[in-house]
């Protein structure tokens, strides 16, 4: 069965770093886009990065554009986003998605939290 499992959040000061990855199973991930969604307390989910199955074509939300960057490794069926220059309004359940088959697929999420 399909299975997407992230990894990587905790707490880091703003202005820091952290590196998300996404390790996924069940399907052939070489021919599949990823995106990386995430959800605040209190507000909707929304898209922040995707990249598509070669990983030559990517795009983001205007908030992280220049700070975050997607990439994936088809070699390890594992997807990453790299986070810098983190800020508090990112704080939030960073999740990874798959839609494989029309079926749509969720990590279970990982807690980012940036606070001094």
């Known amino acids: 069965q399909v299975q997407l499992v992230e990894s990587g959040g905790g707490l880091v000061q703003p202005g820091g770093s952290l590196r998300l990855s996404c390790a996924a199973s069940?399907?052939?991930?070489?021919?599949?886009?990823m995106t990386w969604y995430r959800q605040a307390p209190g507000k909707e989910r929304e898209l922040v990065a995707s990249i598509d199955s070669a990983g030559t074509s990517t795009g983001y939300r205007d908030s992280v554009k220049g700070r975050f960057t997607i990439s994936r490794d088809n070699a390890k069926n594992t997807v990453y986003l790299q986070m810098n220059s983190l800020k508090p309004e990112d704080t939030a359940v960073y999740y990874c998605?798959?839609?494989?088959?029309?079926?749509?697929?969720w990590g279970q999420g990982t807690q980012v939290t940036v606070s001094s």
């Open positions: 069940g399907f052939t991930f070489s021919n599949v886009a």
């Open positions: 998605y798959a839609k494989v088959l029309s079926a749509h697929y």
